[in-house]
């Protein structure tokens, strides 16, 4: 298990929400055995935008990572558009 703070988080609820079909917030915490506050905390985040290079929906209950873009443009857009 990752510690709180921890970007590990991130990419594994990305990796639950990819490899379940059906990837509603229980399924999620279940396969990651996260706690339920925490899969919150970064499907919130997910969500909102917060992580370079994702695009996540929430569709009814079932969360859909909608576009993968190329990390280090995202990150270089990120950076460009903030310095």
């Known amino acids: 298990m990752f ?8 990419w594994l609820v990305l990796g639950a ?6 990837a509603t917030w229980v ?11 925490s899969v919150k905390d970064v499907l919130n985040k997910l969500i909102e935008g917060q992580v370079a290079g994702v695009v996540v ?3 009814g209950t079932i969360y859909k990572i909608i576009k993968w873009n190329d990390f280090r443009q995202s990150v270089a857009k990120i950076f460009k558009n903030n310095t």
Not at 3 to 10: A, H, Q, V, Y
Not at 17 to 22: A, G, K, M, P, Y
Request: proline share 4%.
């Open 27 to 37: 399924a999620i915490t279940n396969v990651t055995k996260m706690p339920k506050s």
């Open 3 to 10: 510690s709180k703070g921890d970007l590990n988080r991130i």
């Open 57 to 59: 929906e929430k569709q």
């Open 17 to 22: 929400i990819d490899s379940l079909e059906l």
